[in-house]
């Protein structure tokens, strides 16, 4: 059985978009959650280059064209019964727009109550009360501030906070998050964070974190995936790819953190935005995905593309530049 808690093994995903159009929105992608120690992977990469596709795999809301999700070593599309359900159970999602995860008619701690409705049906009235102000106070959340409070009357960032209590009721070993805080003010982003941080650190909960946001992604994550067009390109620990990365993608990405220092202009040298309508244009056959936007490409890379290779940096990188001297070609 594998050590595992999540495993994604060589995932291939396409979306047919109308008339013989088809987008390849995961090509051959490898990702895995330990089991072990707690930890919080960000995936990142601009928009359209996969993110959300993998959130939704890692979840079992989609499936796979090709390649395996497996939760302790078992097939996540053939889990059934009270395997699938302790499946559900232990991998929780957050997701971008807090206000939409709330029914505007109802308190926000109805949310709260279902849930524990579904999974702890056996559960008392007092049972149900003292879970809840447990889970709101495991976040920092006074229950006597939130409680009958309807989704309007609260922040994005309390939203948001009742949503990862919401998670923390089920004492889930995995939270997949996409890009929880990126429709929060920015004053507010960081309590979220921080509750984050503290659901790893305390309570062991490691947690997929997924954003375009390298910034917060640094102040909270021990390992990091670059995704671009649907492959990683980059991944290693947070401090390996942030302080020396390797592939020529992430360190345009880099440069495009705004600097703290405020005599320095931004300079993004990269759009986020481009992405989604590179990837809509056709792909060169078979070379490499960012050949068109590299500052250091080469002929080599039109011929197929780049593996995952170690780099003297201790991350991988799909990049020629670190092919091993001795099966290099060229
Ligand atoms: P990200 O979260 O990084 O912005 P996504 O995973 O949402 O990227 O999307 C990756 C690519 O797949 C994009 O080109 C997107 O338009 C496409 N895509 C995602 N979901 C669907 C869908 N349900 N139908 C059609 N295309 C989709
Ligand atoms: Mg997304």
Known sequence: MSADLLELRGIHKSFSR????????????????????????????????????????????????????????????????????????SVQAIFQNPFSAFNPFYPVDHVLRLTL???????????????????????????????????HQLSGGQLQRVMLARAFLLRPELIIADEPVSMIDASLRAVVLANMLELKERHGIS????????STARQISDRILILYRGRVVEAGSMDHVLDAPQHPYTQLLIQAIPQPDPTKRWQAPLDWQRG???????????????YSRCPQRMDRCLAAVPPLYATPANTQAACYLHEPESTSTA
Not at 38 to 67: H, N, V, Y
Not at 124 to 144: K, M, N, Q, T, Y
Not at 207 to 214: A, F, P
């Open 276 to 290: 989604e309508a590179a990837a809509e244009t056709a792909e060169m056959d078979g070379g490499c995905p960012f």
């Open 117 to 151: 409705r579904n999974f702890a049906p056996q559960q008392d009235r007092a049972g149900v009360e003292a879970s809840i102000s447990e889970a709101l106070s495991a976040l920092h959340l006074d229950p006597a501030a939130i409680l009958g409070k309807h989704p």
């Open 207 to 214: 947690q997929l974190y997924i954003t375009h946001d390298l």
């Open 18 to 89: 109308g008339f013989r159009k088809r987008v390849d929105a995961l090509q051959g992608v490898d990702l895995r959650v330990s089991a072990g120690e707690a930890r919080i992977i960000t995936i990142a990469g601009e928009s359209g280059s996969g993110k959300s596709t993998l959130g939704m795999l890692a979840l079992g809301f989609l499936a796979p064209d090709a390649g395996e999700v497996r939760f302790r070593g078992q097939d996540v599309g053939q889990l059934r019964g009270r395997s699938l359900r302790e499946f559900r159970r």
